[in-house]
């Protein structure tokens, strides 16, 4: 039953006999034989032939045992690999796409100093597709929103829990508060009301993502209207456009590194990090692996690295720091 049963699962997530084939470096009459004696073994159909391959019941079946499998298999292999204090291997880590060069630039070389022999296997995506390589897998561990993943065979740990900030360039405060500036960057450090910025323009996430759902919970809650004027995925450009006085944006606490950088560039405009008054919802980051998850040493090393990393974005009063 167990004997290749990475053939199986190929076949179940490519839905084709010759692309499975192809991943497998195996042919196409190999993979073919290989299914008809499994399904003349069990006197049962695994896949509906037409118009694509697709799991019958009992193929869906199928599959799950065999992900277990290969998941205890991989679990063996990193508990032996401990008994032999093995120094060599892979770990396969995701991540979202926009902290991806926040947080992997360092962890790769921190991580190739401690183990020089041990590759880091870095992907990144979107949240969803995290959790779904999690589950199939094909990651040992990502890194995204708590509020992003809800399934019972999936545990997280708890990185950072983050506060969400505004981010505004010296012109547009001298722009949008005449009257108050400079002076009102001392106050606006102890917190913004955003009712008084009804008149800024904002830069903003796509509804659906986790920023722009509680600053439309917030919105909702007081009676504001933000005026957004341009909505864009990744964060970085949010924070080039305020550094060009096109509009303010908004930051979650680990996003502040981008604008200490843009705050290095001299040819930008300065730009300035707030808290907001009155919203106390926070984001947590996690840990995320599939329940029961075994990892080697260095395995674990890489969580005690990641959760260091992520612990120097927790300091509010640093978040704010200005250069």
């Known amino acids: 039953m167990f004997n290749n049963y990475e053939y199986f699962i190929a076949l179940a ?9 192809e991943k497998l470096f195996i042919s196409h009459q190999c993979l073919s034989k290989y299914l008809k004696n499994l ?44 008994i032999r204090n093995a120094q060599k291997g892979t770990v396969r880590l995701g991540i979202t796409e926009g902290r991806y060069s ?13 183990y020089p022999d041990v590759l880091l296997d870095v992907h ?32 997280f740990r708890t990185l950072l829990e983050e506060n969400l900030f505004l981010v505004i360039s010296d012109n547009m405060l001298a722009q949008y508060f005449p009257d108050r ?9 102890k917190g913004v009301d955003l009712a008084k910025f009804s008149q800024v323009p904002f830069v903003m996430l796509h509804r659906g993502f986790n920023s722009r759902e509680v600053l439309e919970e917030y919105q909702r809650s007081r009676g504001l209207h933000l005026n957004c004027v341009l909505e864009l995925q990744r964060p970085d450009l949010h924070f080039m456009l305020t550094a060009r006085d096109y509009a303010a944006s ?24 707030f808290p ?29 690295l990641i959760k260091s990393d992520c612990s120097m974005f927790s300091d509010p009063e640093r978040n704010m720091e200005i250069i």
């Not at 997530?13 to 084939?21: L, Q, T, V, W």
């Open 13 to 21: 997530e490519e839905e084709n006999i010759s692309r499975a084939a």
């Open 39 to 82: 399904e003349e073994s069990y006197h049962v159909m695994f896949f509906d032939r037409t118009p694509k391959l697709k799991l019958t019941p009992a193929g869906q079946a199928m599959l799950e045992t065999l992900r277990q499998v290969q998941f205890l298999e991989r679990n063996l292999d990193s508990q032996l690999q401990d």
């Open 102 to 114: 926040l947080l992997i630039p360092d962890l790769l070389t921190q991580f190739r100093h401690m």
């Open 124 to 155: 990144y995506s979107d949240s969803h597709q995290l959790s779904e390589r999690v589950l199939k897998n094909e990651l040992d561990l990502a890194i995204m929103n708590r509020s992003d993943f809800n399934h019972s065979q999936l545990e």
């Open 181 to 189: 500036y400079p002076e009102c960057r001392e106050d606006f450090r």
């Open 250 to 273: 908004f930051c979650w606490s680990m996003y502040t590194t981008l604008i200490r950088q843009s705050n290095a560039d001299r040819m930008m405009s300065h730009l300035n990090i």
């Open 276 to 304: 907001i008054r009155g919203l106390k919802k926070k984001n947590s980051v996690v840990l995320i692996t599939a329940k029961g998850k075994i990892l080697p040493a260095y395995g674990k090393d890489l969580i005690r």
